[in-house]
């Protein structure tokens, strides 16, 4: 990768499923594949003064974190990359579970739960990314390694 001091800004352009985005900004830009940005609330929170009431100022805050896996020119896509480990079997108390319903544990990887039309069909209550949203440039992330 090459060192950059100057951070990318950009929107997402299109929501492909339930784990990738196509951001519009690409290698024109300066993006780079492995790169990591987060997707942030297109609106900042205007934080109160609690004696006062003036507003202090506004705090951005991600909603979720994406890395670049395929970069053209005016366009990337990015994929979320956080996993976990879910107990899918059982739920049996201690003692029962050992012998009759043992934990079976599956690697889940975060989603983007979106409102809009993708290739793939997600639950339309769970809103969290959409077309628009700006991203920012993150430079450097341990959850990425």
């Known amino acids: 990768m090459t060192i950059q001091t100057k951070q990318i800004h950009g929107k997402i352009a299109k929501i492909l499923n339930d784990r ?3 951001m ?21 929170y205007d934080v109160k003064d609690p ?14 974190r ?11 896509v990015a994929t979320t990359f ?13 003692l029962l579970r050992r012998m009759f319903d043992p934990p079976r544990w ?3 990887y975060e989603t983007l739960e979106t409102r809009e039309s993708t ?18 440039q993150v430079f450097d992330d341990e959850d990425a390694l």
């Not at 290698?27 to 900042?44: A, K, S, W």
């Not at 994406?66 to 990337?76: A, G, P, R, T």
């Open 82 to 94: 956080r996993k976990k480990s879910v107990n899918v079997g059982g739920t049996a108390p201690l």
């Open 20 to 22: 990738e985005v196509i």
């Open 106 to 108: 599956v690697t889940r």
């Open 51 to 64: 004696d006062t009431g003036e507003v202090l100022g506004s705090v951005e805050r991600p909603k979720m």
């Open 24 to 44: 519009n900004v690409g290698g024109n830009q300066g993006v780079e594949h492995g790169m990591l940005f987060d997707i942030m609330t297109p609106r900042g």
């Open 119 to 136: 290739w793939e069909d997600l639950d339309e209550e769970d809103s969290y990314v959409s077309t628009g949203d700006p991203v920012v």
């Open 66 to 76: 994406v890395k670049v896996i395929q970069v053209y020119d005016k366009l990337s």
